[in-house]
């Protein structure tokens, strides 16, 4: 769950989860349509590590979402239903 108080690498990593998830794609499908590598992308979905513009704005890419909708707030449920049904 997201709260207010989150800073903004939380909201990246609550963000990133709910809309791969909600989108049906796995890490590994993730990172290959990312170009990034399956460990890198588990490090940021548990925020041990911090994305890059360019990894976000790749991240977004390859879920079919704006950059912005992964940092610019927590996500709204309904929001995040709309996206798990396309």
Known sequence: M???SMN???IFVANLRAVRRARGVSQVDLANSAGLSMRYV???ERGEKSPTLTTVAAI???LSVEPAEL???PIPLDR???LASG
Do not use: H, R, W
Request: aromatic share 0%; proline share 0%; net charge negative.
């Open 71 to 73: 940092i610019s707030g």
């Open 80 to 82: 995040v239903v709309k």
């Open 42 to 44: 588990g490090l940021l």
């Open 8 to 10: 903004i690498v939380e």
């Open 2 to 4: 997201v709260s207010a």
């Open 60 to 62: 977004a890419d390859a």
